[in-house]
């Protein structure tokens, strides 16, 4: 990205205060980039270990596959999943607030006795899915930020700061020709007057 500038004083204030505002602004950004890469690696370890969690909570229910099958699909459904936002790292995250279950009413004396428990172990392995879940897009979300502070970052180190230092170094450069090309033909100037003068003299 070419900086556009002119040769004058009004361009090198304005460039001298947009370097000012970027070499202010760079620090606090790669702080953020920090923090957001810290975060990224434990929303990705959170996510892993609530995945696993779900795999063992699987197996762990093996046995009652057999079982699943007297087991009425619609006695248990999800009505609604709470979900709320906490900062992280200066990003708005969502988190698993509440899951509202809806369960059709039935008799308990008369349906099989492991019933009870297989609403419960249903509740525990949804609440272990959408809690992976939400983990996972807390992930993508931080990912996402990082990346675009990163490239906030690169874009003001490697790009626009060194693109400002070069164009007011040119500015100034060519203000102090300006100034000493000015400098030297007054003094050429002074000199033809004076020997001008000392012609009038003699004469």
């Known amino acids: 990205m ?12 304005n460039l001298g205060k947009q370097l000012k505002v970027r070499q202010k602004a760079l620090p606090t950004l790669k702080n953020k980039e920090s923090a957001l890469r810290m975060s990224v690696l434990v929303a990705k370890s959170e996510s892993l270990r609530l995945e696993e969690e779900l795999e063992q909570a699987m197996r762990k229910y093996d046995y009652l596959s ?6 009425e699909p619609d006695l248990i459904s999800i009505s609604d999943v709470e979900l709320k936002t906490k900062k992280t790292a200066g990003v708005n995250t969502p ?5 509202h279950y ?12 492991w019933y009870v428990d297989g609403v419960r172990i249903l509740q525990e392995l ?7 879940e939400v983990a996972e897009q807390t992930r993508q979300i931080l990912e996402f930020n990082r990346k675009k502070t990163t ?7 490697k790009v626009q700061i060194p693109g400002f230092q070069e164009a007011i170094r040119k500015i100034k450069r060519y203000m102090e020709d300006e100034e000493n090309l000015s400098k030297a033909s007054s003094k050429i100037v002074k000199t033809r007057h004076a020997a001008e003068e000392e012609q009038e003299e003699a004469l």
Do not use: C, D, G, M
């Not at 057999?66 to 087991?71: H, Q, S």
């Not at 988190?95 to 899951?99: M, N, P, T």
């Not at 809806?102 to 006795?113: D, H, I, Q, R, S």
């Open 102 to 113: 809806e369960l059709k009413p039935f008799n308990a004396f008369v349906k099989p006795a």
């Open 126 to 132: 949804t609440r272990l899915a959408i809690e992976s």
């Open 95 to 99: 988190f698993l607030s509440r899951i």
């Open 2 to 13: 070419a900086v556009k500038f002119q040769y004058n004083k009004t361009s090198l204030t």
């Open 151 to 157: 490239q906030k970052v690169n874009l003001y180190e």
């Open 66 to 71: 057999a079982l699943w099958n007297e087991f």
